[in-house]
């Protein structure tokens, strides 16, 4: 199953942040979200609340996701 999650991230200043979008892939929406906990800088890991919503797309919806945050990182 594809996924994709808008998630709280840090490192932007003292008590700001910004949101930021995944895509992700698992066998179930559990196994996401704990996967999505363990990202690069994530805020409060050890809680849920960083994640701002978890949505189940389809493969396409994932492949172009997937190369439109490829093609901005070349950027």
Request: proline fraction near 3%.
């Amino acid at each position: 199953m594809f996924y994709k999650a808008v998630i709280e991230c840090g490192h932007v200043g003292a008590g700001n942040s910004i949101e930021r979008v995944w895509f992700l892939k698992g066998a179930d929406p559990i196994s996401v979200l704990q996967r999505a906990r363990t990202l690069p800088r994530v805020k409060r890991k050890d809680t849920l609340l960083s994640i701002k919503l978890l949505q189940r797309i389809s493969k396409d919806e994932y492949i172009c996701g997937m190369n439109e945050r490829k093609k901005a990182v070349m950027q």
